[in-house]
């Protein structure tokens, strides 16, 4: 297992950790198993999605602003921030990629994102490669 940190730096806040992921699969010398990627988050989720074009995943949070609203004042929770865990949960915290001949399966166009709901923060992102070497 490994943990790295990101440092986010807006209230919510999309970023590629496709390269750090796949270092960790790589030192792992795993060749074929799953590689399951975790946020311990509340307010922050992990997603595979296309990684050549930024403007999907500017789409997504702009959907996201839009269908989760940051101000909305019938939130209960008191800290403030319900918008964002209602995000995290809705996405998730975690992923499983599976991994054949030491490399992730992602589809050609497939990154991996952390994504940010409640920042500027530093978050860790947590790396498990189970398998055979």
């Given at each position: 297992?490994?943990?790295?940190?990101?440092?986010?730096?807006?209230?919510?806040?999309?970023?590629?950790?496709?390269?750090?992921?796949?270092?960790?699969?790589?030192?792992?010398?795993?060749?074929?198993?799953?590689?399951?990627v975790y946020v311990p988050h509340t307010t922050a989720a992990v997603f595979i999605n296309e990684g050549a074009d930024p403007d999907v995943v500017r789409d997504i949070a702009y959907m996201l602003e839009r269908l989760i609203p940051w101000e909305d004042h019938t939130y209960?929770?008191?800290?403030?921030?319900?918008?964002?865990?209602?995000?995290?949960?809705?996405?998730?915290?975690?992923?499983?990629?599976?991994?054949?001949?030491?490399?992730?399966?992602?589809?050609?166009?497939?990154s991996i994102f952390l994504a940010e709901f409640d920042g500027p923060r530093e978050r860790k992102v947590i790396v498990k490669v189970i398998g055979e070497k």
């Amino acid at each position: 297992m490994s943990v790295f940190s990101v440092r986010t730096t807006k209230r919510t806040s999309i970023v590629n950790i496709t390269s750090y992921v796949k270092e960790e699969v790589k030192k792992s010398g795993i060749r074929s198993g799953f590689c399951v990627v975790y946020v311990p988050h509340t307010t922050a989720a992990v997603f595979i999605n296309e990684g050549a074009d930024p403007d999907v995943v500017r789409d997504i949070a702009y959907m996201l602003e839009r269908l989760i609203p940051w101000e909305d004042h019938t939130y209960a929770h008191s800290e403030g921030n319900s918008a964002a865990h209602i995000r995290s949960a809705i996405i998730g915290n975690s992923r499983v990629i599976p991994v054949e001949n030491g490399e992730l399966l992602l589809g050609r166009w497939e990154s991996i994102f952390l994504a940010e709901f409640d920042g500027p923060r530093e978050r860790k992102v947590i790396v498990k490669v189970i398998g055979e070497k």
